[in-house]
């Protein structure tokens, strides 16, 4: 498979789960409220509660939504009562799951995950057995179109930027610190470079291998996964053939 990107293969998959999610405006205000809750109501100074807003606008989420939503989280209403937990599991062929949620109910939460997981072939892990084969970074997505990349790269590095992934076909893919991602972005747009998709991730450095015939069974188990109310994000480590999408 010489020159395909396996981040581009998740990132079209979770694409199409954003498209299928049937409470989408909920889930962003939840993730609102979380960042507000933990950092504060001013997303000049709280970089994941400046980029919750602006998924949530980007999903035509309503000002008045936005607004309720931090007023939530730094104790103006209620539903501040969301705490983000993080999920580690196991799927079929040993792909390694990283579910993050925003829960008012551990206790139902992990049940629920624990029923997902087992009856897709997997299981629920335990905190850390698995983290350690994704990192987790500031990202900023730059069309290639137009672009040097050795320019690029450059400008990203005097901006902040840890690293600038090419492996895609249509983006550059640029690697931050979590804490300097949004300075990184705005240094960008000085610079008169376009930017899109800026976002806290997580990013695969060990990819597992599974048997062909695990394919749909994955493809089942981040479906159920990302269809749960509480879950905000799913991360694995496997890369898809193009075909694995066919009989979805």
Do not use: C
């Amino acid at each position: 498979m010489a020159g395909h990107s396996k981040w581009k293969n998740i990132r079209l998959r979770k694409g199409k789960q954003d498209a299928l999610r049937g409470k989408l405006f909920t889930k962003l205000a939840r993730e609102i409220i979380v960042a507000a809750k933990q950092g504060g109501g001013d997303p000049g100074l709280n970089a994941r509660l400046r980029v919750a807003i602006d998924k949530a606008k980007a999903n035509s989420l309503p000002k008045d939504n936005i607004d309720r939503a931090i007023a939530k989280g730094t104790g103006g209403g209620d539903g501040s009562n969301f705490d983000e937990i993080t999920y580690e599991g196991v799927g079929p062929g040993g792909v390694a799951f990283i579910v993050e949620v925003y829960s008012d109910n551990r206790n139902r939460t992990v049940g629920d995950l624990r029923h997902i997981f087992s009856k897709s072939g997997g299981n629920l892990a335990e905190n850390g057995a698995v983290a350690w084969q994704f990192k987790q970074v500031g990202q900023i997505l730059v069309k290639k179109e137009g672009l040097d990349e050795e320019e690029l790269t450059l400008a990203a590095i005097d901006a902040g930027a840890d690293e600038v992934v090419s492996d895609d076909e249509e983006y550059f893919r640029i690697e931050t610190p979590i804490t300097g991602l949004h300075a990184t972005n705005d240094q960008l747009i000085k610079a008169g470079i376009l930017t899109e998709e800026v976002q806290i991730t997580r990013i695969p450095t060990n990819w597992a291998t599974p048997d062909p015939e695990n394919f749909p069974k994955l493809l089942k188990l981040m479906d159920l996964l990302e269809e749960h109310d509480d879950v905000k994000e799913t991360y694995v480590n496997v890369e898809f053939p193009e075909d694995a999408f066919d009989d979805e």
